[in-house]
């Protein structure tokens, strides 16, 4: 032990717990060398940076437990080239008007960073922070959202908020259930026989053209698959495996976008 360190541990002790600020002090006051406090700084960093995670984890759980239901009260319903679309979602406003007052109570806030990776792709980062100063990054990217009748700009700008709205979800954590009134307007509900399922589906995926809204919502679906009595066990799970066919088929379609120029002359042209 040197001299410096002996000058250290022989003053008092602090009355509460030891933490590296504490040595810092205590080596100042000991006139202890830069090195000596160099060391002792960057101990109190990562101590600070630790605390701060901590921080960010608490108030995550704590928020989360404060989160009301967030129901799907949006509804997409168009006919294309590739067949009829339908299904409900959750909009990033009711998302947002959901989450404000939870966050808010527990020193939480977010943000988004929108970043072009190549001509025909777009990757969106939600940024969750925590006011002690540690935050935690979620990225999703894709490319331009061209289902319906928009031009390009619309079409990226339709990608942006679909991407705002899932990095935000996987972020916190989210899931959201069908409005009340969907469910009394014939959407699922919990007494859905075997065989009205297995229909519903099969025209789902017939009809489908997104591929993380029909993995999102056979996600969804895990509490009412439980209700059903399935009577032919191989049922659900031929089902299962026609969803993830039906998602991978999708998501090579999808990475096949026309890049932004061609969808720019495209719209130019009509």
């Known amino acids: 032990?040197?001299?410096?360190?002996?000058?250290?541990?022989?003053?008092?002790?602090?009355?509460?717990?030891?933490?590296?600020?504490?040595?810092?002090?205590?080596?100042?006051?000991?006139?202890?060398?830069?090195?000596?406090?160099?060391?002792?700084?960057?101990?109190?960093?990562?101590?600070?940076?630790?605390?701060?995670?901590?921080?960010?984890?608490?108030a995550i759980a704590a928020a989360k437990a404060d989160m009301?239901?967030?129901?799907?009260?949006?509804?997409?319903?168009?006919?294309?080239?590739?067949?009829?679309?339908?299904?409900?979602?959750?909009?990033?406003a009711e998302i947002a008007k959901s989450i404000k007052k939870p966050l808010g109570n527990h020193g939480l806030s977010y943000r988004f960073r929108t970043t072009s990776l190549a001509p025909d792709h777009i990757a969106v980062t939600c940024i969750i922070s925590h006011r002690d100063g540690y935050s935690e990054e979620t990225t999703l990217a894709g490319g331009p959202d061209a289902s319906g009748n928009k031009n390009s700009i619309q079409a990226i700008g339709s990608a942006i908020t679909y991407l705002q709205r899932y990095t935000l979800k996987a972020a916190l954590g989210l899931a959201a259930s069908d409005d009340d009134d969907g469910r009394a307007a014939g959407n699922k509900t919990a007494d859905e026989t075997e065989g009205e399922y297995a229909r519903r589906w099969k025209e789902l995926l017939e009809n489908s053209t997104d591929d993380i809204e029909l993995?999102?919502?056979?996600?969804?679906e895990a509490d009412l698959r439980r209700t059903i009595v399935w009577r032919d066990s191989q049922r659900r799970e031929r089902i299962a495996a026609a969803v993830k066919t039906r998602v991978a088929e999708l998501k090579k379609e999808n990475d096949k976008v026309p890049d932004l120029k061609t969808q720019r002359y495209a719209a130019e042209e009509s």
């Open 68 to 92: 009301p239901e967030i129901k799907k009260t949006s509804r997409v319903d168009f006919k294309s080239a590739k067949g009829h679309t339908q299904y409900s979602y959750e909009d990033l």
């Open 1 to 58: 032990m040197n001299d410096e360190t002996q000058h250290i541990s022989d003053l008092p002790e602090p009355a509460h717990a030891l933490v590296p600020i504490d040595l810092v002090h205590r080596a100042i006051t000991s006139g202890a060398d830069v090195v000596v406090l160099e060391k002792l700084l960057a101990l109190q960093e990562r101590w600070d940076a630790n605390q701060a995670r901590k921080a960010f984890d608490n």
């Open 215 to 220: 993995e999102t919502q056979w996600d969804n």
